[in-house]
């Protein structure tokens, strides 16, 4: 990512823009969404468990872009910060997608979309150049 983790073999130059990309569209995803369940809150498409796994998601996505940013100056801390983040949030994502009935459809749609951004960002951290 930044020159540090590149010289320590930790990720590919060209993995730099992808990483930061999938996590700006994971982040601008959640923002999105946090939006339209605010705009739909007096609607039964918004439970309290959309309130707050939406709330969640797009907290975490602002902070996981803050440590995408890290990592690409170079940060250590910054990119061990972002691989176990993505992994985490990636399972929760997975948990979501399989609970029957606690989440209305679109709201699982959208979660998968950010499970395969998110899948992304792991694959991409977690290999070495």
Sequence with gaps: MGQRAVEQGVVAVG?????????????????VTLGVIVGLRKTAAVTDAVWVRGSIVAVTSVVMFGFARSAARGSARGLLRLR???AVMLVAIVVILVIPGDFPGWLKVEQGVCGVLLLGVVVLVSRKK
């Design 84 to 86: 176990v983040m993505a």
């Design 15 to 31: 993995g730099l823009r992808r990483v930061r990309g999938l996590v700006a569209a994971y982040a601008v995803l959640s923002l």
